[in-house]
């Protein structure tokens, strides 16, 4: 989740956040939706991960347009 939010923030300066949160959203439900199929602890930490890369999509354009939205 952490090292997705840089780059989520430069592409959502670059593009808009609308598409990139729309993205996240789906990698995110994905990722937590695969979580319930698995049935090793390996292929947990995979699908759980790949769900924490959505949410820290996510969180890194919102968290940076609600500072653009009110500075101070």
Not at 41 to 70: D, E, H, R
Request: hydrophobic letters at 45%; zero cysteines.
């Amino acid at each position: 989740m952490t090292l997705t939010q840089p780059i989520a923030g430069f592409i959502a300066d670059k593009k808009g956040p609308r598409q990139l949160n729309i993205l996240g959203g789906v990698v995110a439900g994905i990722g937590w939706i695969s979580t319930s199929f698995i049935d090793t602890p390996q292929v947990l930490y995979i699908t759980y991960s790949f769900g924490g890369v959505g949410v820290g999509t996510i969180y890194a354009t919102s968290i940076g347009l609600a500072n653009k939205w009110f500075p101070r």
